[in-house]
């Protein structure tokens, strides 16, 4: 059971825009941590998708963006294609458990 | 640009001990304000944070995983280590070596390595 919830799927239509959100709590999200968000494409490592709530790293489409309020965080995907199907993960610390910590993962369909 | 690539057996017997190794291309393991993490992720599961060791030879380990868990440094080599002993099923995973620089509870894992599939099984 992760601290952070994330719904374990979503998806949309070719163009579409599809959010992906990130629930944590007083001792993640709340304490003021930041959170990053990761894609994993199948058989491939995580790669980094947005750093420090709402970075984008070098190379990553303005499709992509995140927001951080309290205790929560969201990822928004626009213009959605086919290369987006994906598992995205989001990543922070928690205090309490004194760990990096990631949601359980949230797997996005093309319809 | 840092590279990192993980290697070790891919079969481990229930209750022996773990071992893999993450050599690191690109830049120096002693390059300060850098963390060496490993992560895993058992199939078809999410990931999860197993520790971190700082340049300087720190280690921060999960505590779900401490009492069993070991990480250290080879300077010499440029490569980085984790033992995890008395293993069961359960660790069986895909275990992924990557870096993080600044600070440990702000910041995020990049680059990753490939991973590598370790099953435990007798």
């Known amino acids: 059971q992760s601290v952070l919830t994330q719904p374990p799927s979503v998806s949309g239509a070719p163009g579409q825009r599809v959010t992906i959100s990130c629930t944590g709590n007083s001792s993640n999200l709340g304490a003021g941590y930041d959170v990053h968000w990761y894609q994993q494409l199948p058989g491939t490592p995580p790669k980094p998708l947005i750093y420090y709530n709402n970075n984008r790293p070098s190379g990553v489409p303005d499709r992509f963006s995140g927001s951080k309020s309290d205790t929560s965080a969201s990822l928004a995907i626009t213009g959605l294609q086919a290369d987006d199907e994906a598992d995205y993960y989001c990543?922070?610390?928690?205090?309490?458990?004194?760990?990096?910590?990631f949601g359980p993962g949230t797997k996005v369909t093309v319809l | 640009q840092l590279q990192l690539q993980e290697s070790g057996p891919g079969l481990v017997k229930p209750s022996e001990t773990l071992s893999l190794t993450c050599t690191v291309s690109g830049g120096s393991i002693t390059t300060k304000n850098y963390y060496w993490s490993w992560i895993r992720q058992p199939p078809g599961e999410g990931l999860e944070w197993i520790g971190n060791?700082?340049?300087?030879?720190?280690?921060y380990y999960n505590p779900s995983l401490e009492s069993r868990l070991t990480i250290s440094l080879d300077a010499s080599k440029n490569q980085f280590s984790l033992k995890l002993s008395s293993v069961i099923d359960a660790d069986t995973a895909v275990y992924y070596c990557?870096?993080?620089?600044?600070?440990?509870?702000?910041?995020?894992?990049?680059?990753w390595g490939q991973g590598t599939l370790v099953t435990v099984s007798s």
């Open positions: 990543q922070s610390y928690d205090i309490s458990l004194r760990s990096s910590v």
């Open positions: 060791i700082y340049y300087s030879g720190s280690t």
């Open positions: 990557a870096s993080l620089f600044g600070d440990f509870d702000y910041s995020w894992f990049d680059p």
